[in-house]
């Protein structure tokens, strides 16, 4: 429902419109409804810290009530036209959908790894396209001990457009994730990209449409970031996002990227306000938990899903 503009109810206050207005809820003080949800729940087994085959992560997906899948170039390639057809199939029935591939491109090190990465991902780009699959993400290195901020901001720029490229012609999105916390970027000689405003700086200097920023809830958070941020996003310029929440007690400067909670398990990081943002702007892509919580991979894998599916489920309510 529409909220009325004040002025839009005193040019027309009429019997209609009284009706009407009677029947908005903000008249009385409540709050307009949220705007509905379009991303979808993903099952990240990787990022649980859960070892499970593709068929495996499929079937836990479907059993604990999770929408998508991440999905594995390298999986579908090593399956074959025929098993990746009948997987297809499975996931059309049990109406799942894929979310973000991982960017199978070591382009952080020296040039003759970076060639040779390059070289393969037309094909693993290639058996994405044929899965269905849309989206590829990477994150970026918050520092260097080597390049200035300026050089290492060149330096993504030519590698990762030269990746971009490739996975355009496979009709591919790329998103880049930032990496927040000041115990990473603080590390070493030169601080790089940790915020969401320098990785969409980034994204601008690739110049290319089909890249965009893959969010992070704890990045976000380490940033010192707020609803605001996000909402100045576009839905098509977000190709993935990751939820988890932080440990209680820790200072924010004292963070560390590797210790990382279940969303909502600890209220540190404000999920409702990140969740409503990703609302507003109208999301409507895949949305994964990425905890690195030591307790989650104590559990056995089925158990680990299960306890990351009531959260997802407890976050998509907000």
Request: include cysteine; charged fraction near 25%; glycine fraction near 8%.
């Amino acid at each position: 429902m529409k909220a009325f503009s004040r002025r839009g109810f005193l040019a027309g206050l009429t019997g209609a419109s009284i009706v009407s207005f009677s029947r908005s809820p903000a008249i009385f003080g409540l709050a307009e409804p949220a705007p509905l949800r379009k991303f979808y729940s993903v099952l990240s087994c990787g990022a649980l810290g859960v070892k499970a085959s593709f068929e495996q992560t499929l079937e836990l997906a479907s059993r604990f009530g999770f929408e998508g899948i991440d999905p594995d170039a390298a999986f579908f390639a090593q399956a074959g036209e025929a098993r990746l057809k009948q997987l297809l199939a499975t996931m059309q029935q049990k109406k799942l959908r894929f979310g973000s591939a991982n960017l199978p491109v070591e382009f952080r090190k020296d040039n003759e790894v970076f060639s040779a990465g390059l070289k393969k991902l037309p094909d693993a780009a290639s058996w994405l396209e044929k899965a269905g699959v849309k989206r590829v993400t990477t994150w970026i290195l918050s520092f260097s001990n080597e390049y200035t901020y300026t050089e290492n901001f060149r330096w993504h720029t030519l590698r990762l457009r030269e990746c971009a490229r490739i996975l355009a012609d496979f009709g591919l999105v790329f998103g880049l994730e930032y990496v927040g916390p000041k115990t990473a970027w603080r590390s070493s000689r030169h601080p790089f990209i940790h915020t969401l405003a320098e990785i969409r700086e980034l994204v601008e200097a690739i110049g290319l449409k089909n890249v965009g920023v893959q969010l992070d809830s704890w990045h976000w958070f380490n940033a010192e970031e707020t609803q605001a941020d996000l909402l100045k996003l576009k839905n098509e310029e977000v190709v993935s996002v990751h939820l988890n929440d932080a440990p209680a007690g820790v200072p924010l400067d004292k963070q560390v990227d590797s210790k990382r909670e279940l969303p909502l398990a600890t209220g540190v990081i404000p999920i409702r306000e990140f969740i409503q943002g990703l609302r507003n702007i109208g999301y409507d892509g895949p949305v994964a938990i990425e905890p690195f919580s030591t307790a989650l991979r104590a559990m056995t894998g089925e158990k680990a899903c299960e306890t990351a599916a009531e959260a997802m489920k407890k976050v998509l309510e907000l």
